[in-house]
């Protein structure tokens, strides 16, 4: 029974020590957020036309309609 009472108090023991080590580090430095940049106008490149389309249905897979 000392046993006992002696390992529950040396566990409470040291989770309020480390309660205690956690809640005192100290806090980081908290730095302001940057400026916002101003947008800039991106070009974007004119695509090329899509290739024509062929109606053949190649690569269907479905052929239960042909």
Same mark, same amino acid.
């Given at each position: 029974m000392n046993f006992i009472r002696k390992s529950t108090l040396a566990f409470v023991a /040291?989770?309020? /020590?480390?309660?205690?080590a956690t809640a005192v580090e100290?806090?980081?430095?908290?730095? &302001?957020?940057? &400026?916002?940049?101003?947008?800039?106008?991106?070009?974007?490149?004119?695509?090329? &036309? &899509?290739p024509p389309r062929n109606n053949d249905n190649g690569n269907r897979g479905d052929k239960k309609n042909h």
């Open positions: /040291l989770c309020a /020590l480390a309660v205690g100290p806090q980081k430095d908290q730095k &302001p957020p940057p &400026p916002p940049r101003e947008k800039q106008d991106v070009p974007k490149p004119d695509k090329p &036309p &899509p």
